[in-house]
């Protein structure tokens, strides 16, 4: 499907078919949750990461039938390269009303970046100067625990991780995506 | 309540099971119903006589159940929504028919006729491997009496809709259904993934949905 | 023309402090505090607490917002003390966080030049003035605002945020 098809859709879901809320409540809402694990695991950034990832892995696996219904997505991406466009034009639109850029391919089309020029969960916020979360917080890393579990629900197994971010002062907010496989149905052995 | 009609005349059934003519305000009383589903009308208070009629149901629209097997081939979901229409079974039998299908389908599904491969990606250009479509395996199974069409997700989950034989829009209507599910079960977080569903919200909107049509 | 602008929680806790100087006619933006009188700054502002609150009070219940000549939900108090030669400005919020403004004039100004003259700093009660001081005061609390949006900032802590600084920095050369 083609990119531009694909914006289309995005664009007609997020008009007709989303419940809009204020963005600043999930700003705040979000920046919540951080903020607290962040003081649940007493500043261990690393921890927080993985609770971050862990949360957004049982978001995805819930949201990926609400994408699926709203999207009427009746049949699967055809390459690596679709479910991209896919994850930012009608994914990232209808949930985030945000389009990042998919860009960075790698030769053998399986490993991509995901660039956010706006990312609505950073809003307001300024990393902690304790001189650890600037290296060590990935303040979005729920939206690749999100990423993980929606793909493996559709039978793509991918590793997802933030390598910049504009809140540590990076120039960009950039989330890399790489498929491991795909998960083909694994039929049980015949019984002979 | 369903709309039937015979000869000239329409009328209907209402929960009472009384028939009312559609262009007079008499009313019959049902005396008895028999196995072949003739029904033995008094007509009252003008008509003296009995009356048999056979019933049939020419234009009648029903979702008889729907069935939610999850992606091992577990039984997630069973509601009953006409009371009879089909005949019941047993939890067991349910369970065994969702594991049944479950497995029937995956054969299916590997029974596709060969089609012809897409040339893998000449090395060195830029060329995404394909991923090919999977074959959607066993979408609709019909009997005399009922039909039962399978909508299977991307995700392996499969909704199975009874309706009479005569039923159109299902695939809307089965859509509806997984946006029903998509919005109440999925979203519910109190819902762990993969068991039987028990959510309140999902029940109501979804008899009120199928009341809907049913009634239509 | 100096300034000294400070806020406060609402446990009388200072918050943030900002010492700059005019930008305007020429100013350099920087302070003029001599020495002597630097340290006073932060102790005449705290005396003039209890006048900020006698003067917020007075003007009926709190959160009737715009009494106080302010705008949204803040109330803008005016000048409410005077020092010798140190006048002060408050600014209430919404959520009875005091911003206040120590302004002194580069020479103390007699009441013949007061008269005569309307540029900001050389008659710290002037219409002008005031005016001034109030976007100065609007444009902090906006960025105030957004300071205290951050998720990491706790509720009448200190405002460390390096970008708000900036900001504050930046409403004072555009309006003082």
Known sequence: MAASKASRIGEEIWKTRIDKVNAELVTLTYGTIVAQLCKDFEDDYPEVNRQLDKMGYNIGLRLIEDYLAKSNTMKRCSNFRETADMISRVGFKIFLNITPQVTNWTADNNSFSLVFDENPFADFVELPDDGRAQNELWYSNILCGVLRGALEMVQMQVEAHFISDVLRGNDTTEMRVTLIRYIDDELPPEDD | MKVASKGHSLFRIDNTRRVWFSNSQDKIDILETNSKAETRFMVSPSWPDTLNLTLVSPDSRTVFSLIIINKAGGLIYNKTFHEGGLNKISTNDYLVLAGTFHGVHAITARLNPVKPVAPPPTPGTNEPPNRPEPSSGLEVLETENFRMQCFNTLTGTKFLLFTETTQTNVDVTIKRIYDLYADYVMKNPFYSLEMPIRCDIFDRKLLSYIREINNR | ?176
Not at chain 3, 15 to 37: A, M, N, W
Not at chain 3, 71 to 84: A, M, P, T, V
Not at chain 3, 149 to 164: D, G, L
């Open chain 3, 1 to 176: 023309m100096s300034y000294y602008f400070a806020i406060v929680g609402t446990q009388d806790n200072p918050l943030f402090e900002y010492e700059f100087g005019t930008s305007k006619q020429g100013g350099d933006g920087q302070s003029r505090f001599t020495e002597q009188v630097r340290h006073l700054n932060q102790f005449i502002l705290h005396s003039s607490l209890d006048i900020a609150e006698e003067v917020q009070w007075s003007h009926g219940q709190i959160g009737r917002g715009l009494t106080g000549g302010g705008s949204r939900n803040g109330r803008y108090l005016k000048c409410i003390d005077k020092f010798f030669n140190n006048y002060i400005s408050c600014f209430v919020t919404g959520g009875n966080v005091k911003f206040l403004l120590l302004h002194q004039p580069t020479t103390p100004t007699s009441t013949a030049s007061s008269r005569s003259s309307t540029a900001i700093g050389a008659n710290p009660t002037s219409p002008a003035t005031e005016e001034a001081i109030k976007m100065f005061f609007m444009e902090v609390y906006d960025n105030w605002v957004k300071a205290i949006m951050n998720p990491f900032y706790k509720a009448n802590m200190e405002v460390r945020s390096p970008i708000f600084r900036a900001r504050v920095a930046a409403a004072g050369r555009k309006y003082l």
